[in-house]
């Protein structure tokens, strides 16, 4: 059983749509996703630097368009179950057929836009924790006032909130933990995102939904989705709302999944796959030249 995934909002590197849009069909196809949604798509994966792609009114769509952009390229249609972590949920609710890839985008944009103006109002942030015991993690994480903004699995926590607050973390973490602030400019995933959700969901109320044709399972709990509105809802309020991966995970392994694709800008995802869950087999499509052998990897797990 196949599983297609769509990473999130850190994933992001300079230049990473170059080698894509060498093909002359994804660079017409990415230039009109530019046009629909008015913002140049081309030039922020490919010349933009790292400050201006970290904008999380940049780096949003961008994610989003890379990875729908992968997906195309891979022509991959008969999987099993489709999800994405935090913004990539956009990703895969495109994938399943809950919504459009043009309505994804125009989503992802005002998502962007509207968590952007969020973040600008307090100075926070991220940083994942890396090891040390979960209960003693999110006893820390309490303590300082900050949120376990995403449970990520593989001995992954991500702390969100008050910078000050972060870097005492960094400075005392938890036994057996490092701490690695996150490249993203808010405290994404808690009530500092608030403000986002009541625009957010007046845009989608007016995006039509369709029945998914194969089930998306959601970062609020783990759950197998089947209901297109249901999901937009669900990614909606998730804007505010913890991530739970580690759960999505836990549904993989449930549901009999044996193989899983992570769409470009990909990495992440895999290596956390690979510690909660290595008994299932994982690709990164990271790159156009790695489409054969992902296509290969799909064959396998039909």
Same mark, same amino acid.
Request: hydrophobic share 45%; charged share 20%; proline share 5%.
């Given at each position: 059983?196949?599983?297609?995934?769509a990473?999130?909002?850190?994933?992001?590197?300079p230049?990473m749509?170059?080698?894509?849009?060498?093909?002359?069909?994804?660079?017409?196809?990415?230039a009109q996703?530019?046009?629909?949604?008015d913002?140049?798509?081309v030039?922020l994966g490919?010349t933009?630097?790292?400050?201006?792609i970290?904008?999380?009114?940049?780096?949003?769509?961008?994610?989003?368009?890379?990875?729908?952009l992968a997906?195309?390229?891979?022509?991959?249609?008969?999987f099993?179950?489709?999800?994405g972590?935090?913004?990539?949920?956009?990703?895969a609710a495109?994938l399943?057929?809950?919504?459009?890839?043009?309505?994804?985008?125009?989503l992802?944009?005002?998502?962007?836009?509207e968590m952007a103006?969020a973040?600008a109002?307090?100075?926070?942030?991220?940083?994942?924790?890396?090891g040390?015991?979960?209960s003693e993690v999110?006893a820390a994480?309490?303590?300082?006032?900050?949120?376990?903004?995403n449970?990520?699995?593989?001995?992954?926590i991500?702390?969100?909130? /008050?910078?000050? &607050?972060l +870097?005492t973390?960094?400075?005392?973490?938890?036994?057996?933990a490092?701490?690695r %602030?996150l #490249? !993203?400019?808010?405290?994404?995933h808690t009530?500092?995102?608030?403000?986002?959700i009541?625009?957010?969901?007046a845009?989608?109320?007016?995006?039509?939904?369709?029945?998914?044709s194969?089930?998306?399972?959601?970062?609020k /709990?783990?759950? &197998?989705v +089947?209901?297109?509105?249901?999901i937009?809802?669900?990614?909606v309020?998730q804007? %505010?709302? #913890? !991530?739970?991966?580690?759960?999505?995970?836990?549904t993989?392994?449930?549901?009999?999944?044996?193989g899983?694709?992570?769409?470009a800008?990909?990495?992440?995802?895999v290596?956390?796959?690979?510690r909660a869950a290595?008994?299932?087999?994982s690709?990164a499509?990271?790159?156009?030249?790695?489409?054969?052998?992902a296509r290969e990897?799909a064959?396998?797990?039909?």
């Amino acid at each position: 059983m196949l599983a297609i995934i769509a990473p999130g909002q850190g994933s992001q590197t300079p230049g990473m749509l170059t080698a894509w849009i060498a093909d002359p069909a994804l660079e017409k196809l990415l230039a009109q996703w530019s046009s629909d949604i008015d913002l140049d798509l081309v030039r922020l994966g490919t010349t933009a630097d790292a400050d201006e792609i970290k904008d999380t009114a940049n780096a949003q769509p961008l994610i989003v368009a890379t990875s729908l952009l992968a997906a195309h390229a891979l022509g991959v249609k008969d999987f099993s179950v489709t999800s994405g972590h935090s913004v990539g949920e956009l990703t895969a609710a495109a994938l399943c057929g809950a919504i459009s890839n043009r309505d994804a985008l125009k989503l992802v944009r005002a998502r962007g836009i509207e968590m952007a103006k969020a973040a600008a109002q307090s100075p926070a942030g991220m940083s994942a924790i890396l090891g040390g015991e979960r209960s003693e993690v999110l006893a820390a994480i309490k303590s300082l006032g900050l949120v376990a903004a995403n449970e990520n699995g593989g001995g992954q926590i991500v702390a969100a909130g /008050d910078l000050r &607050a972060l +870097t005492t973390l960094a400075t005392n973490p938890p036994a057996g933990a490092r701490v690695r %602030a996150l #490249p !993203v400019a808010g405290a994404f995933h808690t009530s500092y995102m608030s403000s986002a959700i009541t625009p957010l969901d007046a845009l989608a109320s007016s995006i039509a939904t369709s029945t998914p044709s194969l089930p998306f399972i959601s970062n609020k /709990d783990g759950v &197998a989705v +089947t209901d297109g509105s249901d999901i937009v809802a669900r990614i909606v309020n998730q804007i %505010a709302n #913890p !991530v739970r991966w580690d759960l999505c995970m836990d549904t993989f392994k449930t549901m009999g999944v044996t193989g899983v694709i992570e769409l470009a800008p990909a990495g992440t995802l895999v290596g956390l796959l690979k510690r909660a869950a290595p008994e299932i087999e994982s690709f990164a499509l990271k790159s156009a030249t790695d489409l054969d052998s992902a296509r290969e990897f799909a064959g396998r797990h039909r």
